[in-house]
């Protein structure tokens, strides 16, 4: 008994920093969620969502009001500040890319967390940051852990950010001081979140005619038809936000060509100066 009240005091605690941070910089933005009642009620899912900052987890958790555990590169979580930030302000598990090994803790607790009910796991199927004005490439990762948990997949489009450093400096290589930026550019900025129709891993049309789903080649079968029911609904979203608000290059031309202009004669200091500058 004492024990589950430590841990319940415990987890207040480190819950109580992303709890002010999320709720207050939800304050300095305007955020708008298209179709949000698509989202599973009273249950777990997976949200798929486009990456283009480090801001983006942020972001989402402010707007969505859901408990979500995000994916996140393992070298984001190189020392204790960095740590501390991904684990307890954005709510992110490591991943590891090159040590595969080390996967298998943080796939335990990824199991662990999808067995609970009405918890959200947040993937990014680009993998990494995506500055250019399409969707990149998707992975598989997010429909193969669908398939792996039966969760549904709900994609989650980000529309209207401004972008922020690229990799060719420094403090855009660096996700947690490129996020940080982010957060401080997209301050006060008209942010759409777009919510496609959820889908569902064991669906006829996904699961097809495969009568064992335990065989390899039908659990390969059965990630790629996810994959591509994914992919289809984003560009369905990608075009939605297009046609109501014009694409991101129209909006944004000004402010990007503004924070792109004379980058590589700038010091990082002064990148960041003319970032803060900006203003809708």
């Known amino acids: 008994m004492i024990k589950k009240i430590t841990a319940k005091i415990i987890n207040i605690f480190y819950n109580t920093p992303r709890i002010l941070f999320v709720n207050y910089y939800k304050l300095l933005t305007r955020t708008k969620v298209f179709n949000i009642k698509r989202i599973p009620e009273g249950k777990s899912a997976i949200f798929a969502i486009n990456h283009i900052t ?22 984001n979580f190189r020392n204790r500040f960095t740590n501390f930030f991904m684990r307890k302000f954005t709510n992110s598990i490591p991943i590891f890319k090159k040590e595969f090994m080390k996967n298998i803790r943080s796939f335990k607790e990824l199991f662990s967390i999808s067995d609970k009910k009405n918890i959200f796991l947040g993937i ?21 852990f669908s398939y792996k948990t039966k969760l549904p997949i709900v994609p989650v489009y980000i529309h209207n950010l401004l972008k922020g450093p690229g990799e ?32 569902d891993p064991m669906a006829e049309n996904i699961i097809e005619d495969f009568k ?19 992919l289809d609904e984003f560009l ?21 060509a503004f924070l792109e202009s004379d980058q590589e004669n700038m ?14």
Do not use: M
Not at 270 to 279: G, P, R
């Open 267 to 280: 010091t990082n200091e002064d990148f960041i100066l003319k970032a803060t500058s900006i203003k809708e």
């Open 54 to 75: 480090g801001a983006d987890p942020i972001i989402i958790l402010g707007v969505l009001k859901k408990k979500i555990y995000f994916l996140a590169e393992s070298e």
């Open 168 to 199: 060719k400096r420094w403090i855009g290589r660096n996700n947690v001081v490129e996020g940080i930026i982010a957060l401080t550019i997209n301050t006060f900025r008209k942010i759409h979140i777009f919510i496609g129709k959820p889908i």
């Open 124 to 144: 990014f199927p680009e993998g990494n940051l995506n500055k250019k004005e399409k969707l990149g490439k998707f992975h598989k990762g997010a429909a193969y």
């Open 236 to 256: 369905e979203l990608e075009n939605e936000a297009d046609k109501l608000f014009g694409t991101p290059e129209s909006e944004d031309s000004e402010d990007n």
């Open 212 to 230: 064992d789903l335990t065989d390899k080649k039908a659990c390969k079968q059965i990630t790629e038809n996810i994959h591509k029911a994914l």
